[in-house]
């Protein structure tokens, strides 16, 4: 798997976000305007094709950078490709001397992220009709 960061957010991985967020899990409201300014992370397989994604910024509401709409597209699932993008992304939090990373997690997934080293704090919040919780890892 190659992982490439992009300043600005490319259409592979607008596309892969549309068919895991919008089309899959029926989220209305995937873009942002934190998409024109976040790092995006996109994972290639082993033939070039853009599997997975994820975006990164610095988030000044929780002093530390946030990672979000991390997304696999459903055919490359449980392949260990979501955790390396993750780790790929503390790489580059790290470079950028960031000390923290932050995440929102979908409550359904914190079990991967906990497996990564996060931690849950504050109150379950709804996100679209989804039940989300704040995760925290430190580096």
Known sequence: MKTLVYQDFPACAKEIR????????GFQSEFDEIDGSAVH??????V??????CRVFRNPAVDSYTLGRLAVLKAYRHQDIG???VKEAEKYVRSAGGKDMTLHSQCQAAPFYRKLGFTEYGQVEDEQGCPHIWMRKAF
């Open 41 to 46: 992370l996109v994972a290639f397989s082993d």
């Open 18 to 25: 549309k068919k895991v967020f919008i089309e899959e899990q």
């Open 83 to 85: 955790s390396c993008l």
């Open 48 to 53: 070039g094709t853009p599997v997975a994604t």
